[in-house]
């Protein structure tokens, strides 16, 4: 640690007399409050993929951003070599409009509790979570707009007929085939189901909260169609053949929905929440110096932390793997055209600054 801090809060210690904890051998470190100074936080909605933020569990993650309504990309680690190919598309819509009729808009990336929440007005919230050690996601929404009369989640893919092979997989063909699943358990979509390696997955989701139907649109998108409630959660899935008993990709993330749908948005939440702070705590660091350098090399260590644990954590401890950076992230201007080696650095977001707010 660095000393002679000037113009950057202190990070605060615990109300004892002294910072070390020696029983944890640890500083006590309001982390929350430290960390919140790192947020990446936008006042107006993001349109446009290329500038959606990130949030995953460190298996399964996806980019963000509003045009009509929330819209993701989602894609997993262990989905397709290289994490080349993208698991598809989301979009959670309502009528009227969730991003419609409101005076005030949020929308906060916490990198000490690694969710995204998004809020409008003080009547809609929609936070995206996730499982620890999954390849599970969540949404949760808290809407209590009187008059909601439809809510449609519909998970999709583009054109992948014409997919080159810039992932030099061994078969290309198993890549540009689509199946689609909609039953009582949920709505999904699947590619790569006969990759020699074993590698392909499917995008998977079901609803707790609410009740919802389930139906295909086409070869290409699935939907949940959700009846009107307060409060409701949308669990989402990119189960990869790689990781399933049998390499039954659908099967898994039929298993893996039911059981997170199981055990509960607020017990799973809480799961989550505990696995992200006690990374944080083992990560922590402050710089600080006479200038402000050191507040952008502290800046630069969050995201990049941020960066490194969302697609490759395992455990509570350090990230243990990485094929490529990240894998849910379309760099570009279209969300079908992607850039899987892109990595999520202040210079793309046009980040590294404490506490970014556009």
């Known amino acids: 640690m660095l000393s002679g801090l000037s113009g950057v809060s202190p990070a605060v210690a615990a109300p004892t007399d002294a910072a070390f904890n020696s029983s944890t051998g640890a500083l006590n470190v309001d982390h929350a409050k430290y960390l919140s100074k790192h947020d990446v936080v936008y006042n107006r909605p993001v349109t446009e993929p290329k500038r959606g933020l990130t949030v995953g569990n460190g298996r399964t993650g996806a980019m ?16 397709s070599q290289q994490t080349v190919f993208g698991a598809g598309l989301l979009n959670l819509s309502t009528t009227p409009a969730m991003d419609s009729g409101y005076s005030t808009f949020q929308q906060r990336l916490s990198l000490y509790d690694g969710t995204l929440t998004t809020t409008y007005d003080n009547n809609r919230t929609v936070t995206v979570m996730g499982r620890p050690n999954s390849e599970v996601m969540g949404i949760h929404v808290e809407d209590t707009r009187s008059g909601v009369s439809t809510i449609t989640l519909d998970l999709s893919l583009w054109d992948v007929a014409n997919l080159g092979n810039s992932g030099d997989v061994p078969d290309i063909n198993t890549w540009r085939t689509v199946s689609t699943y909609a039953d009582s358990t949920g709505a999904g979509l699947s590619r790569g189901q006969a990759d020699p390696q074993n590698f392909g997955y499917t995008l998977g989701a079901t609803v707790e909260g609410a009740a919802y139907t389930a139906r295909v649109v086409d ?9 009107p409630d307060s409060s409701y959660t949308i669990w989402f899935t990119a189960s990869s053949r790689l990781n399933a008993p049998s390499h039954n990709s659908v099967a898994e993330a ?24 006690a990374f944080r705590q083992k990560s922590f660091v402050q710089y600080s110096n006479g200038s402000r350098e050191a507040d952008y090399m502290e800046n630069v260590y969050y995201l990049s932390t941020w960066r490194r644990a969302t697609p490759t954590r395992r455990t509570g401890t350090c990230p243990t793997r990485s094929r490529t950076w990240p894998p849910y992230a379309p760099c570009s201007r279209s969300p079908s055209r992607r850039a899987p080696n892109w990595a999520w650095t202040p210079g793309c977001v046009r980040s590294g600054r404490t506490s970014w707010t556009t």
């Open 254 to 277: 039929k298993r893996a929905l039911a059981e997170v749908k199981a055990a509960g948005y607020t017990s799973t939440n809480t799961g989550y929440l505990n696995w992200w702070h």
């Open 64 to 79: 963000a951003w509003q045009d009509n309504g929330l819209n993701m990309q989602v894609s997993g680690v262990d989905t």
């Open 219 to 227: 070869g290409r998108k699935v939907r949940l169609s959700i009846t």
